[in-house]
């Protein structure tokens, strides 16, 4: 494949207001205008270029769109102060009241609960369905559905969405397909393969160092506009407005992402074969004993590799939790919730990420309370932290 997502990035050139190589940031939450008829037609949306007040944007939130539509190859995006304000921003968007969402049932457990508990409240019903069951998916499809969703690389189970094949569904029933590709950025490039919109959290690897919450929607310039528009734009609405202040430091972050996720995956490939070899349960979209490695090799941008994620089974929430604490204990990684910072973070999502899906539907969906899921990260000496794992595995007989 010719996209080429961090050689957009690296190509958008910004300067700051004396000339500095990172632009200024808008410590301002309003604007001031010349004449009163421009802020009207800034009101309409009529007049480019012109800022009215920062829920609506700023010029260090339009930087940090434009670098993460630039990477996913959209005409436009927009950031939001988390990914779950993105995500319900865009659902409540493009969703309404008797409406129906077909959505993979192995999503992150806060886009679960909000379509299985909250959206209902508003009249949205959604069927959760095995995502890699294309004849499923479809035959879900109801003349009230408006939304496909899914993961490009679902968490916690790592199962890989055929992105061209539900692009094609979507296209087909007049669906928007609604890609959240936080577990796989530059790697997978949902647009290209015919996403219609893109989500990302950017508190996991975008941002990458675990120091704030954020998200963003890349969509078609109308779709971002109409997510703005102060009288119906749910971005604009709902209030969930990244500070500028942050949109400038994550701007920095990004400019690191390709170097980071092809150290996260390599660490992390290194890691899955020799857990694998050990005889433990590994699941890693690298491995070729992954049932969809060859649909993630057909998708990829290949330079960065499989991701920084990956799951081992140990049988029993006892042992996960033995093992975890001890790896901590050794400063192995940290037992902690999410993903993509330079240490290696482990949690069983049985009980913690995930834990908002009932215990029925997590074992019909393989989530067992053996699990753990690692956030693999940026060692240095990734031979020298197998072999202490290893250790640590040898010592509470895991393996
Ligand atoms: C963390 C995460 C989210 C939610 O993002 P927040 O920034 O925590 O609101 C959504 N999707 C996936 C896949 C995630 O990992």
């Given amino acids: 494949?010719?996209?080429?997502?961090?050689?957009?990035?690296?190509?958008?050139?910004?300067?700051?207001?004396?000339?500095?190589?990172?632009?200024?940031?808008?410590?301002?939450?309003?604007?001031?205008f010349l004449s009163a008829k421009t802020m009207f037609d800034t009101f309409e949306g009529n007049a480019e270029g012109c800022y009215l007040y920062s829920r609506h944007s700023s010029p260090s939130n339009l930087y940090l769109g434009q670098a993460l539509a630039s990477m996913e190859g959209t005409e436009a995006a927009t950031v939001t102060a988390s990914g779950m304000g993105a995500i319900t921003a865009v659902l409540m968007q493009l969703c309404g009241s008797g409406e129906h969402i077909v959505s993979s049932r192995t999503i992150y457990g806060g886009t679960y609960a909000f379509l299985k508990n909250f959206a209902p409240r508003m009249g949205m019903e959604t069927s959760f369905v095995d995502i890699t069951d294309l004849d499923k998916v479809e035959n879900s499809i109801t003349p009230k559905t408006k939304i496909l969703y899914c993961e490009s690389v679902s968490n916690p189970l790592l199962e890989v969405a055929d992105l061209t094949a539900l692009a094609k569904i979507a296209q087909k029933h007049d669906l928007k397909l609604i890609v959240d590709n936080t577990f796989s950025p530059l790697s997978i490039s949902p647009k290209i393969l015919g996403a219609d919109v893109v989500i990302h959290s950017l508190t996991k690897f975008i941002n990458g160092s675990s120091d704030t919450v954020g998200g963003v929607v890349c969509g078609s310039q109308e779709f971002i506009d109409s997510l703005r528009n102060v009288n119906d734009g749910a971005a604009m609405l709902l209030g969930s407005t990244m500070d500028s202040l942050r949109s400038a430091s994550i701007l920095k972050n990004l400019r690191t992402l390709h170097i980071r996720m092809q150290q996260h995956s390599k660490n992390a490939l290194y890691l899955a074969e020799q857990f694998e070899n050990l005889g433990l349960k590994t699941v890693y979209p690298g491995l070729k004993s992954h049932a969809s490695h060859e649909l993630f090799k057909s998708m990829m941008n290949k330079a960065y590799g499989y991701g920084g994620m990956l799951t081992i089974d140990v049988g029993s929430l006892e042992k996960a939790n033995a093992l975890m604490e001890l790896m901590q204990e050794r400063n192995l990684g940290y037992l902690a919730v999410s993903l993509g910072f330079y240490k290696t973070l482990f949690s069983a999502p049985g009980s913690s990420t995930s834990s908002e899906i009932p215990e029925e539907e997590q074992k019909e969906m393989g989530l067992s309370e053996g699990l753990i899921r690692f956030s693999i990260g940026l060692d240095a000496d990734i031979e020298r932290t197998f072999q202490r794992m290893h250790q640590a595995m040898k010592d509470l007989n895991v393996l």
């Fill in 1 to 32: 494949m010719s996209f080429k997502p961090a050689n957009n990035i690296q190509d958008l050139q910004y300067f700051g207001e004396f000339g500095g190589v990172n632009p200024s940031i808008s410590d301002s939450s309003t604007y001031t």
